[in-house]
C-alpha cells in the first residue's frame, strides 16, 4: 500500500513537471511574439489611408501596452478610426493575454525550481521521453496548422469568443488592413519556432544531466 502511494505521488510530481515546463514555454513564446509583433507589421503599416506608417506603428504599440496592462481603461487609438465592436474585440483579446501574463509569472519560476529540485535528485532524465515526443508531434501539429490556418483561425475565435466582434469591418476598423491573415501566419510560425527551440533547449538540458551524472 505505502508502495503504490510512493509510485503515484512520483508519477503525480512527474505529470506536474511536465505540465508546469509546457504551460511556461507556450506561455512564453506567446509573450515573446505579442511583444514583438509591431516587427512584423511594417510591411504593411502604409495599407490605411490617411495614415502614416509612423501614426499606424504608435498607435500599434499603444495597443500592446493596452493588451498587458491590467489598469488601463478602455482603449483609443489616436490616429486610427475604430468602432465599438472593434473596441470591444480588443478587450476581449485583453483578457487572453492577461491570462497568459499570468501563468508564465506563475510556470516559469516554479519550472525553474522544480528542475533544479529534479537536477538536485537526479531526476532529470525522466524528462526526456516526453520532450522526444514534443518535439516529435509539436513540428505535426504547426505543419497542419499552417495548412489549414483559416479554417483554424475562424474556428478558434468561434470558440474562444462568444460574439461577432472579430469580424473586422475595413471600413469602421481600418486596423484590420494592417493585422493581415499573411501577419497572423508569420506570428504563429515565429511561435512555433520559439516552442520548438525551447523544447529542444530543455532536452538537451535532460540529457546533459545525464552525462555529468
Not at 502614416?52 to 483609443?76: E, M, S
Not at 468602432?83 to 510556470?107: P, Q, T, W
Not at 495548412?147 to 481600418?174: A, C, G, R
Request: glycine letters at 4%.
Amino acid at each position: 500500500m505505502i508502495g503504490n502511494l510512493n509510485n503515484l505521488k512520483i508519477k503525480g510530481r512527474q505529470l506536474l513537471v511536465e505540465l508546469v515546463l509546457f504551460f511556461a514555454i507556450i506561455s512564453v513564446a506567446f509573450f515573446v511574439v505579442l511583444n514583438i509583433s509591431s516587427l512584423f507589421i511594417i510591411p504593411t503599416a502604409g495599407n490605411i489611408d490617411g495614415v502614416t506608417i509612423k501614426h499606424v506603428l504608435a498607435d500599434y504599440l499603444h495597443l500592446l501596452g493596452y493588451l498587458q496592462n491590467p489598469f488601463t481603461g478602455g482603449l483609443k487609438f489616436r490616429y486610427i478610426d475604430m468602432s465599438v465592436a472593434g473596441r470591444h474585440h480588443f478587450a476581449d483579446v485583453k483578457h487572453l493575454f492577461l491570462l497568459n501574463n499570468a501563468v508564465m509569472l506563475i510556470s516559469v519560476p516554479l519550472t525553474y525550481w522544480l528542475l533544479k529540485q529534479e537536477k538536485r535528485n537526479k531526476q532529470l532524465w525522466k524528462l526526456l521521453v516526453p520532450l522526444q515526443i514534443w518535439l516529435t508531434v509539436f513540428p505535426v501539429l504547426a505543419v497542419t496548422l499552417g495548412l489549414n490556418f483559416e479554417p483554424f483561425f475562424i474556428k478558434f475565435h468561434q470558440i474562444v469568443f462568444n460574439n461577432q466582434d472579430w469580424i473586422f469591418d475595413p471600413l469602421t476598423d481600418p486596423i484590420i488592413n494592417v493585422l493581415t491573415e499573411s501577419v497572423f501566419i508569420e506570428l504563429a510560425a515565429m511561435a512555433c519556432m520559439l516552442i520548438e527551440l525551447m523544447f529542444f533547449v530543455a532536452y538537451r538540458i535532460s540529457k546533459c544531466s545525464i552525462i555529468k551524472s
